[in-house]
């Protein structure tokens, strides 16, 4: 027990910005990852993956490596069908959805390169990887399409029989013919192709697992790198592996980083599961940093047509979306959620817009999978209509800021009913505009814009304001809609006889601060000291359900599931210091840490007292069961709306067609901060990465779906010192879906930079060369051409 754990507490917890208690063992090097867990007699696999984006497999020699000296197993896709390992499902199912099958390891065709064929399984990693590059494998090339138009035309190769034409789904959202009534009266119409390049994940740890089988039990234990491993757990028992659940424990400890890219169920896992009962003995898989790029799911990847129109006043009548996604060789745990129902119902963004109409076909292509990816459709959602709105701004002579706020959804307007399904909670977006117009010193941007057209240095200025769903919710209507999981979050609550409390969540950090914020919740609601509490999450044998995180819900939903936990023990202790004070429950107030009888301050119970006689039962209320223990499953209401205003300043080079963010500002809303710390670090990566896709990252592939960005030799990630001091500020709207008031910080710098970003560059080069659109990734020679293509008068203009 602390030294004050006994004495009174005024201080409130939530809303510090304190340090991150898990950081010390970060940043020393003591965090305890997959990779480090060594099991006795362990082995380790490598997988052999395809070197053909389609190709059929005619036989594989497997005698061409087991007499290698070290080799304990090679497996293929017949020893997954001869132990009855079912296919990977997919977890959001769409009305018609084409879901070919998806086996750990191909057995007759490979759809992409990195696609796993075979598995070696040896002594050490070193004989591993040397015996897989050595496996003998016969391929017959097929035909193959990487992308999402190519793949719908007449003739192209077919990536899955079972897909015919490679169209997976067909999705829209919205009134077609009321849109088409505000495009009839429009004032000012524009219209756009967009691009919204294909991007890989890099976290800084790369994904391994560690499996380990007990004949005698029947028993798995896996390691795995996992936002979510209750969803693991559940997907492997039930649909893969067919165990019973309780006997299969998912364990995800220090996990490095996910944005998305460690929610699916992987291929690897099921091997691994497999390896260790075949073998007797626990197996891991580490990937190489080679590997991730053809392994891990990719994000983005969509091919988009906007239109809107306006009155002569400059308001919003209607706005269209037409949207090719391309899918992948794979239909993935939330593939077909990704660009429809987190992607199509975000086309409205933060505007009174009459009606709005969305279509999005989703199509497979012999190419990495693509799935959730930090923001998840909202990002390809927000630049989709910030890229258009800023045409139209620039179309009817606007002022991108203005124009804006003249078509805000306003204060009194919530809850607001949108044209493409959501209820938006709360909002208020013309403070966050202005507060980031003011921070960021727009009219003296302008002005230095101005002075420096036509010279060797342009500048771009842009203005966006977003809005994002998080949390989803509520399970029946998430079910309703295509989900195959629940969207609720539990918690326990475990408070020791020496007052020291355990909290344990469904909700998983890997890398959020969820050891910090959390206990932050409990001590204010237990009035004990912060030192006092810990978190417990990543592990199905200590915590039973969980749901994971993704979406940004950790706070909105798991921090709920915690309130409501924490708000049944302070009952508890209430009823109990009620009896130990010989007092009536009404009489006893709980006020910094004590509970007191009113009028009375002498008479009191710390909070040690009460957990004390809690576990000791020698005097309680008749009927009460001893201890002080509570677990609660919470269920939102609704999703939350988190929103803001971003701005970025660009500076390009006109000679090279260099260009540098200069400066940077946001102000977000994401209700109340239960930690500003921890906020303000999710804001900056989310920045970093949404800046990352603006300005230099591409998973480019050739026609065929050849990776041509499989390293960091191709694959350019922003570094600090591409990057300028972010201006960061936050206003405080609550939602009224949570006992919290929270919403989600996690993807909204990624949500909104990537189109501040690309709106600032073409923000220059529309006030130099009046060029109208170009595609990220703003790479210098491709800044450099259209420069000076336009100034050849080949440039790119409105359409109207």
Same mark, same amino acid.
Request: with cysteine.
């Given at each position: ?74 497996l ?5 069908? &001869? ?8 977890? !959001? ?5 084409k ?40 391929? #017959? ?28 789904? %067909? ?6 013919v ?5 495009? =009839? ?9 967009? $691009? ?28 795995? $790198? ?44 099921v ?6 009962r ?6 891991? !898989? ?31 009548? /209607? ?10 060789a ?35 292509? %012999? ?8 923001? /998840?459709g ?21 002022d ?37 117009? =003011? ?10 814009? #101005?002075k420096? +057209? ?10 966006i ?49 969820h ?33 994971g ?14 309130k ?9 202790? +209430?009823?109990?210091?009620a ?16 509970f ?8 009191? +119970? ?73 906020v ?35 694959y ?5 010192? &591409? ?5 960061i ?29 690309? %709106? ?5 080069? !529309? ?16 800044v !450099? ?16």
């Amino acid at each position: 027990m602390t030294d004050n754990a006994n004495e009174s507490r005024t201080d409130k917890y939530v809303g510090q910005a304190l340090k991150r208690k898990e950081d010390p063992r970060f940043i020393t090097g003591a965090g305890n990852y997959t990779d480090d867990i060594v099991l006795p007699g362990m082995l380790h696999a490598a997988m052999v993956r395809s070197p053909y984006p389609h190709a059929k497999i005619n036989g594989i020699n497997k005698e061409s490596v087991t007499e290698m000296p070290g080799v304990v197993a090679v497996l293929t896709g017949q020893d997954i069908v &001869d132990a009855g390992i079912g296919s990977i499902p997919v977890g !959001w199912l769409l009305p018609e959805l084409k879901t070919p099958a998806h086996p750990a390891i191909a057995l007759t065709e490979a759809n992409h390169v990195g696609d796993i064929v075979a598995v070696v399984i040896a002594e050490n990693r070193a004989l591993a990887e040397d015996a897989a590059s050595m496996l003998e494998v016969d391929y #017959e090339p097929l035909p193959s399409v990487a992308f999402a138009g190519a793949a719908i035309a007449e003739g192209a190769p077919v990536v899955h029989d079972d897909v015919p034409g490679n169209v997976a789904f %067909n999705w829209e959202i919205g009134d077609s013919v009321a849109v088409q009534e505000g495009f =009839n009266r429009a004032h000012k119409t524009v219209k756009l192709k967009l $691009t919204n390049q294909r991007l890989i994940p890099n976290a800084i740890e790369p994904r391994a697992s560690l499996a380990q089988f007990t004949p005698a039990s029947g028993e798995y234990l896996l390691y795995t $790198t996992s936002q979510n491993p209750h969803i693991h757990r559940l997907i492997l028992a039930a649909f893969v592996m067919n165990i019973p659940e309780h006997k299969l424990r998912v364990i995800s400890p220090d996990v490095g980083g996910g944005f998305g890219s460690k929610i699916f169920q992987y291929q690897e896992e099921v091997i691994m599961l497999l390896a260790a009962r075949l073998t007797g003995r626990p197996v891991k !898989w580490t990937a190489r940093r080679s590997e991730a790029f053809v392994s891990d799911m990719q994000g983005r990847d969509h091919e988009t047509e906007t239109e809107m129109a306006v009155d002569e006043n400059g308001k919003m009548l /209607a706005f269209r979306v037409n949207t090719l996604a391309n899918l992948g060789a794979y239909q993935t745990l939330f593939a077909p959620a990704v660009p429809t129902y987190l992607y199509g119902t975000l086309c409205n963004g933060v505007y009174k817009l009459p009606a709005v109409h969305v279509k999005v076909q989703g199509v497979m292509t %012999n190419t990495v999978p693509v799935d959730a990816y930090r923001g /998840a459709g909202r990002p390809e959602a927000t630049y989709a209509i910030e890229r258009t709105v800023d045409a139209m701004a620039h179309a009817i002579g606007e002022d991108p800021a203005e124009f804006r706020r003249k078509n805000f959804i306003q204060p009194e307007d919530f809850p607001y009913q949108t044209p493409v399904a959501l209820v938006y909670d709360s909002g208020n977006y013309e403070p966050a505009l202005d507060m980031a117009l =003011n921070m960021m010193k727009y009219q003296e941007l302008r002005a230095e814009q #101005e002075k420096m +057209k036509g010279s060797n240095k342009i500048l771009g200025v842009s203005v966006i304001s977003y809005v994002e769903a998080c949390g989803l919710a509520p399970s029946a209507l998430v079910g309703q809609l295509g989900a195959q999981a629940g969207q609720w979050e539990s918690s326990l609550v475990r408070v020791y006889p020496t007052g020291k409390v355990e909290l344990f969540t469904g909700s998983h950090s890997h890398g959020q601060g969820h050891e910090t914020a959390f206990p932050q919740i409990a001590a204010d609601e237990l009035q004990i000291p912060i030192e006092d509490i810990d978190l417990v999450h990543g592990d199905t044998g200590r915590m039973p359900y969980g749901w994971g995180t993704y979406g940004s819900r950790s706070a909105a939903v798991g921090g709920s599931a915690l309130k409501v936990a924490l708000q049944k023990i302070t009952a508890k202790a +209430k009823k109990i210091a009620a009896h130990l004070l010989e007092a009536s429950e009404e009489d006893v107030e709980h006020e910094n840490g004590v509970f007191r009888i009113k009028g009375a301050p002498d008479q009191s +119970k710390t909070f040690f007292d009460v957990a004390l006689m809690a576990h000791l039962a020698h005097s309680l209320p008749d009927g009460m069961e001893p201890g002080l223990e509570a677990t609660a499953f919470y269920d939102p209401k609704n999703f939350v709306y988190p929103f803001g205003t971003h701005m970025a300043v660009v500076e390009i080079d006109t000679d090279t067609g260099k260009v540098d963010l200069r400066n940077y500002g946001c102000v977000d809303d994401c209700g109340p901060l239960i930690n500003p710390l921890i906020v303000e670090g999710q804001v900056h990566g989310g920045i970093a990465q949404g800046a990352g896709q603006a300005l230099w990252e591409e998973g480019a592939y050739d026609e065929e779906g050849n990776l041509l960005a499989a390293s960091y030799m191709e694959y350019t990630m922003p570094r600090a010192d &591409d990057l300028p001091m972010y201006q960061i500020d936050h206003t405080v709207t609550p939602s009224p879906h949570n006992p919290l008031g929270v919403k989600g910080i996690g993807e909204s710098g990624t949500i909104a930079s990537s189109s501040a970003v690309a %709106n600032a560059v073409l923000d220059a080069l !529309w006030h130099e060369c009046g060029i109208e659109h170009m595609d990220m990734p703003y790479t210098a020679e491709k800044v !450099w051409k259209a420069i000076r293509d336009s100034r050849a008068g080949m440039g790119q203009a409105a359409d109207d």
